[in-house]
Structure formats: C-alpha cells, structure tokens
C-alpha cells in the first residue's frame, strides 16, 4: 500500500485532484491540513491528532458512473469497522457517510469526482481531545477510549477495508454490504426534517433501499431520499 504523508498541506482531496498519473488506491495523509474541506462547502477542522488522507480510485471506462453512487456508503462502512477494529464501541453510520459514537460525529467523508475517477477523502478523529464550540456534537477515539493510537496503523485498516469492500461490491455483493450497513443505521426510527435544496420533507426514517437512498416514512408513504441535509426532530423507538 502506498501511502504519501505530509506534516502539513492545504487539503489532501485537492493535493490528490492535482496529481497526475495516479494508481488505484494510492493514499495521500497529511498531519495537519490548513484548508481541510468538508461536504457542503463546510471546513474540516484538521489539527494533529486526526487521520486525514484520501483515496484515489480511478474510473473503469466500462463500468457506468452510476455504479459509483455506492462509494460514500462504502467508505462509511470500511471506517466504521476500521474503528470498532481499533477499540470496540458501538459506532453508527449516520446516512449517507458519517460515523458517529454516542450522537456525536467521530468521521466525516468527502468523496468527489475527478477527470480520470473519484477521490475519497477521509477525516476521522482519533487523537483529539478538544473541540472548543464543537465539543456538544464531536467525539473521538480518545475521548471515548482514554487513550492514543497509531494513526498510520488505523489509515491502514480503513483502506484495507475499503479496498474489500469494493471487490466484494464489484463481485456482486452490494445487498450483504447494504445489509450491514443497515445493521449501524444511525437515523432509523427518528424523525427528521430533510431540505433537498427544493422542499422540506419531515417524517420518519426507515432503512437504506437497494439504491443506498435513505427510506422515509411522510404521511404513511414511503419517500427514497437521495440528497439532503438532515436535521433530526426527536428520537422515537420502534
Ligand atoms: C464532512 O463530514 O463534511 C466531510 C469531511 C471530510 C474531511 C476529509 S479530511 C481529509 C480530506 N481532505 C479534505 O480536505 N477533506 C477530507
């Protein structure tokens, strides 16, 4: 596995889009990012102590773009178990890539579409222990375990996971996957209120659909959700 680590570059997804002639899976880690990005133009707070890094994957031309809607929800998936991997908990995946611990966010995941293929920028919090104005709704593995990890070690589980995640989706594997991912579904049984850039949808959701959308109960029917910010209204056990 080939891993470049820098002690500090602006953002890894943007070094890694500027690099040329790049192999499958080639990893780009920095200690600390000045301009770490996060989805929704949103920055990532990116000192040291967090694993920040992406994944480069480039585009099979006979394969459909489609077929790589998938990626985020894997990527989610092979952190999830890179963490429980490093130190048991009960992580969820809040859809469609967030990894949280005890309703607080531990991972973020920016994946983005580049001329040759798609990169997959990674930032988990590891070795952190302060969050200032964020300390309400970030956690990390330390926090929750009381001590430090080798973040090399955890960059290396999650791209071996993700790399067998990916050949076992190509195999044909996507429901086992789906399945599983639906065992760590975070917002199942909340409501929640989704802005999809047009209309607000309020109701409550159910597990992730054959096409990895998020299944939501309005009004006795069911709505497949494909993007969107969601905010969650109350907790609701069924
Ligand atoms: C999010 O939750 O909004 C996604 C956060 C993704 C952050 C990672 S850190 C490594 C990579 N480089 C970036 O600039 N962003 C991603």
């Known amino acids: 596995m080939e891993i470049i680590c820098f002690d500090e570059i602006e953002s890894t997804n943007d070094h890694m889009k500027d690099l040329k ?48 809607d998938k990626l985020p ?63 309400e709704i970030a956690s990390s593995l330390k926090l929750i375990s009381g001590k430090n990890y080798d973040i ?18 190509i195999k044909g594997e996507w429901k086992l996957i789906l399945n599983e991912i639906n065992s760590f579904n975070y917002l199942k049984g909340k409501e929640v209120k989704i802005c999809d850039g047009q209309k607000d949808i309020i109701g409550r959701v159910e597990d992730l659909d ?6 939501v109960l309005v009004d006795g029917d069911i709505e497949i959700v494909t993007v969107g910010d969601i905010k969650i209204i109350e907790n609701v056990i069924i």
């Open 21 to 68: 002639d790049k192999k499958d899976w080639l990893v780009i880690r920095a200690k600390k990012q000045s301009k770490g990005r996060g989805r929704r133009g949103k920055e990532w707070h990116s000192e040291e102590g967090g694993a920040l890094f992406t994944i480069n994957l480039n585009k099979d031309k006979y394969i459909a773009d489609e077929f790589y």
């Open 73 to 135: 929800l894997l990527a989610g998936l092979a952190v999830l178990k890179a963490l429980d991997e490093t130190y048991r908990s009960e992580y969820k995946i809040k859809w469609p890539n967030d990894v949280y611990v005890y309703d607080k966010k531990i991972s973020g995941i920016l994946v983005e579409k580049v001329e040759l293929g798609y990169i997959i920028g990674v930032g988990v919090n590891i070795n952190l222990d302060k969050f200032g104005d964020y300390s």
């Open 152 to 169: 090399d070690t955890f960059v290396r589980k999650v791209v071996l996971n993700m790399k067998d995640l990916y050949y076992s989706y």
């Open 210 to 215: 054959e096409s990895g959308g998020l299944s």
